[in-house]
């Protein structure tokens, strides 16, 4: 849980209660860590594959769009300044 609050940059109580609404939804599940029984390791559910496709799809479209509004430059800039926001976090 730890390890994922610290990737998505959320508090470990706010990924919690993620983790937590995902398993009433039945998307993820939590199993024990079998090198450390005190941890939990989070995995998708069958039902949240199915969800794939549609990200998929909706990634792919967000991302036409973008280039079709910016040009090969800007979105040059874009990564590097998102680069450097998140490289001021570590």
Known sequence: MGELARRARLS????TQMIRQ????RLVE?????????????????RA???QPVATSV?????R???RRLTPRRV??????L???FELGH
Do not use: G
């Open 65 to 67: 769009h973008v280039r």
């Open 49 to 51: 594959r199915r969800f």
């Open 83 to 85: 680069r450097e926001l």
């Open 22 to 25: 995902l398993e009433s939804e």
């Open 76 to 81: 040059a800039d874009l990564k590097a300044a």
């Open 30 to 46: 939590r199993r024990v860590d079998p090198e450390d029984a005190r941890a939990s390791r989070i995995f998708l559910t069958a």
């Open 59 to 63: 990634l792919k479209e967000l991302d």
């Open 12 to 15: 470990k109580q706010t990924m």
